[in-house]
């Protein structure tokens, strides 16, 4: 584990950061074209932290132009593969070098714990573009069956211009869950990070150009969805845009797409993600560290949030006496303060909407919490309800867990596979033949037994249903979404036997 700092070194890190504020394009930082900007707030004080451009389709167009001339002329998609991990190689290094810094970034304009910041957010970025970086020279083209007299090779090539947009709940992240294979791969990048969260987006830009990235490959365009990303998404010269964030925001980008030049759309979308508890599971203080740390980390600003507990009922008490027991050790307060696990919504609108379901949690059994601790901050909160209720259907998106109580192994993956998504679920069992026929029974995209998590980079990401399609994030399967595969045939046949010399 990272060594944390004291809330007060913490501080005074914040105290000496400059904030980036420009745009980032053609390997240059400038103002919108407009020269608007919009502000940027720290989400546990309210306080004004940087006044960021706000970019608009001017800026996405000229952002675009760069990437095509930069993809086009090879400077980076024919770059030799050793040069490219060579250059995301010096990349991870000056984030290394960089890593307390942009960790207080993050927590300051995220309202992140600077906890998870340091032991996660930061160090599982740096590890993800590491990885991607040492995958570029290893990743063979192919040969199929053909005849005696032909040779068939299928060769991947990369995608071209390729649009990605973040979302707020880990901007570090999935930058890196984006950038890594797509650079990776030779394509040309125009990114936009969400509007809540820009700062270490840009920091990241500027520590790219020093390790060598071409100008023009990576390009950061700042700005609202409306002004920036709904442009890119219909841009007719973008090659492939991948999203992760609302299932509402991943349909428009179908739509856009549709309305432009069918380019390719890979969503990563929501979760109402259950969490499976069956009579005779082990460790009950395993399970409930599991199941709180599910539910609860990132202050449940998770798509993967193991945000639905449903228990089977012979030990439904056992295990709520020593969930609470675990809840009740993870803190809320200032995010700076390395000691806290419950930091700030991410926004004023957020926190709202958040606050609702706690209204609508008064009609049903509260096990916990079910306060607002201060303004942006909400304390973990355990409600019992049916399965129908609209706090065990809806993705809050915050720091409520539900339970729902079943009688077998059959009704509980039935209520698990009652939901419009299917992103992420986990079964606790110490049987291990019941775990994996439930594994295999439950309709999402990564499923955890006797555990809860995401897995890492080497293993897929994704979702069924309406948590998205069109490829994975992570492991070599993310290459996918930025390539695609060319046959080129060669025909070997030379009819005249004297031109075999």
């Given at each position: 584990?990272?060594?944390?700092?004291?809330?007060?070194?913490?501080?005074?890190?914040?105290?000496?950061?400059?904030?980036?504020?420009?745009?980032?394009?053609?390997?240059?930082?400038?103002?919108?074209?407009?020269?608007?900007?919009?502000?940027?707030?720290?989400?546990?004080?309210?306080?004004?932290?940087?006044?960021?451009?706000?970019?608009?389709?001017?800026?996405?167009?000229?952002?675009?132009?760069a990437?095509?001339?930069a993809?086009?002329?090879?400077?980076?998609?024919?770059?030799?593969?050793?040069?490219?991990?060579?250059?995301?190689l010096?990349?991870?290094?000056?984030?290394?070098?960089?890593?307390?810094?942009?960790?207080?970034?993050?927590?300051?304009?995220?309202?992140?714990?600077?906890?998870?910041?340091?032991?996660?957010?930061v160090?599982?970025?740096?590890?993800?573009?590491?990885?991607?970086?040492?995958?570029?020279?290893?990743?063979?083209?192919?040969?199929?069956?053909?005849?005696?007299?032909?040779?068939?090779?299928?060769?991947?090539?990369?995608?071209?211009?390729?649009?990605?947009?973040?979302?707020?709940?880990?901007?570090?992240?999935?930058?890196?869950?984006?950038?890594?294979p797509?650079?990776?791969?030779?394509?040309?990048?125009?990114?936009?990070?969400?509007?809540?969260?820009t700062?270490?987006?840009?920091?990241?830009?500027?520590?790219?150009?020093?390790?060598?990235?071409?100008?023009?490959v990576?390009?950061?365009?700042?700005?609202?969805?409306?002004q920036?990303?709904?442009?890119?998404?219909?841009?007719?010269?973008?090659?492939?845009?991948?999203?992760?964030?609302?299932?509402?925001?991943?349909?428009?980008?179908?739509?856009?797409?549709t309305?432009?030049?069918?380019?390719?759309?890979?969503?990563?979308?929501?979760?109402?993600?259950?969490?499976?508890?069956?009579?005779?599971?082990?460790?009950?203080?395993?399970?409930?560290?599991h199941?709180?740390?599910?539910?609860?980390?990132?202050?449940?600003?998770?798509?993967?949030?193991?945000?639905?507990l449903?228990?089977?009922?012979?030990?439904k008490?056992?295990?709520?006496?020593?969930?609470?027991?675990?809840?009740?050790?993870?803190?809320?307060g200032?995010?700076?303060?390395?000691?806290?696990?419950?930091?700030?919504?991410i926004?004023?609108?957020?926190?709202?909407?958040?606050?609702?379901?706690?209204?609508?949690?008064?009609?049903?059994?509260?096990?916990?919490?079910?306060?607002?601790?201060?303004?942006?901050?909400?304390?973990?909160?355990?409600?019992?309800?049916?399965?129908?209720?609209?706090?065990?259907?809806?993705?809050?998106?915050?720091?409520?867990?539900?339970?729902?109580?079943?009688?077998?192994?059959?009704?509980?993956i039935?209520?698990?596979?009652?939901?419009?998504?299917?992103?992420?679920a986990s079964?606790?069992?110490?049987?291990?033949?019941?775990?994996?026929?439930?594994?295999?029974?439950?309709r999402?995209?990564?499923?955890?037994v006797?555990?809860?998590?995401?897995?890492?980079?080497?293993?897929?990401?994704?979702?069924?249903?309406?948590?998205?399609?069109?490829?994975?994030?992570?492991?070599?399967?993310?290459?996918?979404?930025?390539?695609?595969?060319?046959?080129?045939?060669l025909?070997?046949?030379?009819?005249?036997?004297?031109?075999?010399?």
């Amino acid at each position: 584990m990272t060594d944390l700092l004291t809330t007060e070194e913490y501080k005074a890190i914040a105290a000496g950061l400059t904030f980036p504020t420009l745009a980032f394009i053609d390997g240059g930082f400038r103002p919108a074209l407009s020269g608007k900007t919009f502000t940027t707030t720290n989400p546990a004080t309210g306080e004004p932290l940087a006044e960021i451009a706000a970019c608009g389709p001017e800026d996405v167009d000229l952002a675009v132009t760069a990437a095509r001339a930069a993809f086009e002329d090879g400077r980076w998609s024919k770059l030799h593969p050793g040069e490219r991990k060579e250059t995301l190689l010096r990349l991870a290094a000056l984030m290394q070098e960089h890593a307390r810094e942009l960790a207080v970034l993050e927590s300051l304009d995220a309202g992140k714990t600077i906890f998870d910041c340091e032991t996660v957010d930061v160090p599982e970025t740096i590890h993800v573009i590491k990885w991607h970086a040492e995958l570029i020279d290893k990743i063979y083209d192919q040969v199929s069956p053909a005849s005696d007299n032909h040779i068939a090779m299928v060769v991947r090539e990369p995608v071209g211009v390729v649009g990605l947009v973040l979302p707020w709940n880990f901007p570090l992240l999935m930058l890196a869950w984006k950038i890594g294979p797509a650079l990776a791969a030779g394509c040309s990048v125009v990114l936009k990070p969400a509007g809540e969260t820009t700062l270490t987006t840009l920091r990241v830009a500027e520590l790219a150009a020093k390790a060598g990235l071409p100008a023009g490959v990576l390009n950061i365009v700042t700005g609202s969805g409306s002004q920036v990303g709904e442009p890119l998404g219909r841009h007719t010269d973008v090659d492939m845009v991948s999203f992760t964030g609302s299932t509402a925001t991943g349909r428009r980008f179908l739509t856009y797409s549709t309305d432009s030049n069918l380019k390719e759309v890979v969503l990563e979308l929501g979760g109402k993600n259950p969490c499976i508890v069956l009579d005779d599971a082990e460790d009950l203080d395993a399970v409930a560290a599991h199941v709180v740390n599910g539910a609860f980390w990132n202050m449940g600003q998770n798509c993967s949030a193991g945000s639905r507990l449903i228990v089977q009922r012979g030990i439904k008490d056992r295990l709520l006496e020593k969930v609470r027991a675990e809840a009740a050790g993870w803190q809320v307060g200032d995010p700076l303060d390395p000691s806290i696990r419950v930091g700030a919504l991410i926004s004023q609108s957020h926190f709202q909407k958040v606050s609702s379901y706690l209204e609508a949690a008064r009609s049903e059994m509260v096990l916990m919490g079910g306060k607002v601790v201060s303004e942006g901050f909400i304390e973990p909160t355990i409600v019992e309800t049916g399965r129908d209720s609209r706090l065990a259907v809806e993705e809050i998106f915050g720091p409520i867990l539900t339970v729902i109580a079943v009688d077998s192994f059959e009704e509980a993956i039935a209520v698990a596979n009652d939901t419009e998504y299917g992103l992420a679920a986990s079964i606790f069992s110490a049987n291990g033949k019941r775990a994996l026929r439930g594994a295999r029974a439950l309709r999402a995209g990564t499923v955890t037994v006797n555990s809860f998590g995401e897995g890492d980079v080497t293993t897929p990401f994704g979702g069924y249903k309406q948590s998205g399609f069109g490829g994975r994030d992570n492991s070599i399967h993310a290459h996918d979404q930025y390539t695609q595969l060319k046959t080129i045939w060669l025909d070997l046949t030379d009819n005249a036997a004297a031109g075999l010399d």
